[in-house]
Structure formats: C-alpha cells, structure tokens
C-alpha cells in the first residue's frame, strides 16, 4: 500500500496547488475588471490618442474589415489573385475602388438652416500646411481628449428624407451610392431626373454646367431625386424642393486620377500607351495633352470640375478655397470613398433612414488588369497637376473625421460591424459568383464594360427584389427607372431637349467623341 499511499498524497498536494492557482488567477481578474469599470466610468473613453489607438487597432483587424470577404471560393482561392470586392484588406486604408486598376479575384431657408447645423465646423482646417493623407493616424489630431459624446444630432424630424440631390463624381464609388438612391427611389415610387434618352438618360448635360432643360420636365414641377452625372450648377435648386439634402462623394485626388485616366483610356487617346509607364509620361508635361481632351471632358481636378469650379480657376488657390466654402454650404455630408462604410452610416443618420436603405453591392468594379503602382514621384506631379482636387480632399477629410468624432468613434464602429455583418448576410443569401462582364449574359446584370465585375445571383436571389436590385446595373437600373415614370406619368417625355448641335459642326464632333469614349 505505500504505493497507493504515494499516489493519494500526489493527488491531494496537486488538488491544492489547482486551487491555489485558480484562486490566484480569479483574484487578478477580478483586480483587473475593477480597474476597467473604475477607467470607464471616471474617463468614459475619452476620445484622444488611446481611444483612437484602439479603435485604429479594430478597424486594421481583418475581422473588423470582413465584409469585402464574402466570395472566398468564388474566382480564386489565392487572396492576391482575388478582386478588391472579395478581399478583406484594412477598410479604411482601401476600402474602395470604383473602376480602379485592381487585380482579379442654393436657395431654400430650410435647407441653410439645417447646412448650419450639419455641415458647419467649430474649428474648419486650413489651407495651409495640410498633406494629403488618408492615413488613419489622422484620427489622432483630429480627436480631443474629452469625453465621448455623441453630439452628431442632425436627423430630420418626422419622416425619412426623400428629397435628395446626390452629385456623382467620376470614379469615386459613386455608382455605388448611386444604386442606393436608385432603389430608395423605385421603391417608394419616387420622381427621379433623368437625361434626354437622344443623348443619355444616365447624364444631365455633364460635361455642361446643369440646366433644366437638360433633363425631362417633372410633371410636378421638381424632382425628388437627382443621382445622374451631371456638372453641378445653382440651377439645380430651381428644380428640387427647398429641403432637399445635398450629398456628394469624393476620394484621394491620385488614386482617382489613375482610375480616371486608365477607365476612359486616356493613355489610347494621347497615344502613350505604348509607353513603360504612360501615367509617368503624362504626368511629365500633362499640358503637353490636356488641349488635346479639354473639350470633351476633364483632365485635371475631376472631382472640382464635377462640382463647378470653372477650367480658369483650377489652378487659383483664392477661387478654389471660395468654392470649397461653396461647396461646405450647400452639401449637407461629403462622403470619403476610402472611408465607405463609416461615411454611409453618417448619411443614414442625416437622412433619418435604416441599415437596409443603405445596403449595397459594390458597382463598377474593374477586374483582371495590371496592378500599376505609382512612384513618389508620378505622385507628387499628379498632386501639382490636380492642386484643387487636393485642396478639396484635404478639407472634407478632415471634416469627415470632425463628424465621426462627434458621433462617437466607439459608437461608429459598432455601428460600422453590425452594417458590415448585414451586409455579409445579404451578399450570402444572394450572390453565388462574380463574374466579368463580358461572361454575363442577363441585361440586368450585365455591365458595359466587359471588363468590369457583375454579380451571378443564387435561385433564390433571382426571386427576392432587393438581390435584384443591389446587382442591377446603373444601365438597366436608369432604363427601369424611365420605362416606370413614363407610365405613372412622372416626367413629360414630350420636351425637347436643350443640346442642339449643328451637324458637322465641330461641337458635333466633339460630343461623338466624348460619347464614344464613354461608352467605349
């Protein structure tokens, strides 16, 4: 039996040494959730440089940035051959690319009234000394050391809006609100503007500065959405109710420039393509082309053009601050591209609406091209050459980060996830595949450039509107759109639209041009 005995006396000192560590590891932790409670409680998660630590730290997790990772299996299993939309990268370093170079796998008080309370800032950035960044070190400065309040108190009262002008800027994620404000709009039957189907229902006169008879007339004298290209103009009040919310998005002044140069091939039309690097040539003596396009569309500052600074002032520092302060009183919320998601729940506060209003798919998604890289110094030419672009960014950036503060930037990342676990459950249910344009066979879905990302949807989703809906084209969405009004009578179809160019002329030659570029 001493054996035996030996063993018992083992397992009896074992049995207490258990108990002595777990009474030592309960007493550490509860030490430890004292001094959280008590950290929280005195500080409330004061938004400074720890705060900011900590929510960078979420928001560069791939857990956080999950909803881009919905289609795992669905092109390639090898995440660097994976499109941008299936990846899960840092969301708030790339969350977005619109037609990008990606590897496959004035007028109505009421409207000032609410401008003051929504878009004003206590403490505007300057012009001066400020750098280009989208790096969420920003955070940091942007953020005090006060408590966590949420004071981003800017919901209309009563019902969701429904009176909204969206300016779409080229290649800046703006498809994709687009398509959110498409589907809003069909459905709750509301009055969009859309172009003369001679030219393009899908723009409003763009590269011209708006006018109204640059669209269909609405039977009842204004629209209730307006969310088509178009050059914005103070002509657009005179057409859109008094407490019409203006929204608007824009994204970092390079990476849209290359976006821009490459989707409309630039490169073909300067005939440098056949160069190493045709960006770099480019952006050596950008002059040297602009004559070359100018009349058609823009080659420098493409956010700036879409948003009406004038071609003589893009290179005027006083104009272009003037019309940044224009553009702050008008526009009720600035979306930031690189900042997608967060941006959209700031919008679904100010417009009084719900996470599922704000679903969407990712449009216009390019696929299977070269991944160009841009040096420091291509880019530090193409900031020169795209100066109020950069003014423009610079500015809103910090205003973005301004509102988020005072939603509270633990409050908006909660926020964010729960959005993004929606959006993962939607994309789930509906999406079987991505595909490239050119494989895509149903008009619904299929995009005109054959090049682009189109969604092959499940059984099920082919049953369900709002799969639909989220996967329809901007093409077949705008057709939709007008086929729907011409029935409940919305517009008057029987104008006469505003363009008239003599045939032959060398106005003539130019819109071809432009058209023919666009659509080619």
């Known amino acids: 039996m001493p054996k035996g005995g030996n063993l018992f006396t083992f397992l009896s000192r074992l049995r207490w040494q258990l108990k002595a560590t777990l009474l030592f590891l309960l007493t550490a ?62 969301i708030n370093m790339t969350s977005y690319e619109e037609a990008d170079e990606v590897t496959v796998g004035s007028s109505g008080v009421t409207s000032h009234e609410k401008m003051s309370k929504i878009s004003k800032k206590t403490d505007p950035p ?44 080229h290649k800046a994620a703006s498809s994709t609100v687009q398509n959110i404000f498409l589907r809003y709009a069909l459905e709750r039957n509301l ?47 005179t057409v859109m ?20 140069f490459f989707y409309y091939q630039l490169d073909r039309q300067f005939k440098i393509a056949g160069e190493t690097d045709p960006l770099e040539t480019f952006s050596k003596n950008p002059g040297l082309y602009e004559h070359k396009w100018e009349k058609v569309s823009p080659v420098r500052n493409v956010m700036m053009f879409d948003l009406g600074l004038k071609k003589e002032y893009m290179n005027d520092e006083n104009m272009i601050e003037g019309k940044i302060k224009e553009i702050e009183q008008r526009f009720h919320i600035v979306l930031i591209a690189e900042y997608f998601d967060e941006s959209l729940i700031l919008m679904r506060d100010l417009l009084n609406w719900s996470n599922h209003d704000i679903l969407y798919f990712k449009q216009n998604i390019m696929s299977n091209t070269t ?54 459950q939607w994309q789930s249910d509906c999406v079987l595949d991505v595909i490239t344009g050119n494989k895509m066979y149903d008009p619904l879905y299929k995009t005109y450039n054959p090049n682009a990302l189109s969604y092959r949807l499940r059984p099920g989703g082919h049953g ?24 409940t ?32």
């Open 371 to 424: 991944k160009r890289t841009i040096s420091d110094a291509t880019k530090h030419r193409l900031e020169q050459w795209n100066k109020a672009d950069v003014m423009l960014y610079q500015y809103f950036i910090a205003t973005f980060w301004a509102n988020a503060k005072k939603f509270c930037l633990e409050k908006l990342a909660a926020e964010v996830n729960a959005f993004r676990s929606q959006l993962k």
């Open 464 to 487: 369900n509107e709002t799969c639909v809906n989220l996967a329809k084209t901007e093409i077949a969405f705008t057709e939709e759109m007008l086929n729907r009004m011409k029935k």
């Open 191 to 237: 009055t969009i503007a859309l172009g003369f189907k001679e030219l393009d229902s899908a723009q409003l006169g763009w590269p011209h500065f708006f006018r109204k008879d640059f669209a269909y007339p609405s039977t009842k004298g204004t629209y209730d959405i307006m969310c088509h290209h178009m050059r914005y103009s103070e002509n657009v009040a």
């Open 126 to 169: 300057q012009f001066e000394n400020m750098k280009i960044t989208s790096h969420p070190d920003d955070l940091t400065t942007l953020s005090s050391k006060t408590e966590c309040k949420n004071t981003w108190s800017v919901k209309p009262k009563g019902k969701p809006a429904s009176k909204i002008v969206f300016l779409k800027t």
């Open 489 to 520: 009578k919305s517009l008057n179809f029987d104008a006469n639209y505003a363009i008239t160019i003599k045939k032959g002329s060398p106005e003539e030659k130019e819109l071809l041009k432009r058209l023919a570029a666009i659509k080619g």
């Open 29 to 90: 932790l509860i030490v430890r959730l004292g001094w959280v409670i008590q950290h929280t409680v005195t500080s409330s998660y004061p938004v400074g440089k720890s705060t900011s630590a900590k929510y960078l730290s979420k928001m560069a997790s791939s857990n956080y940035a999950s909803n881009l990772g919905y289609f795992e299996s669905s092109i390639s299993h090898n995440e660097s051959d994976v499109p941008l939309i299936l990846q899960s990268p840092v």
């Open 241 to 260: 109710p008094s407490e019409t919310i203006y929204i608007t998005v824009i994204r970092d002044p390079v990476q849209l420039f290359q976006s821009y």
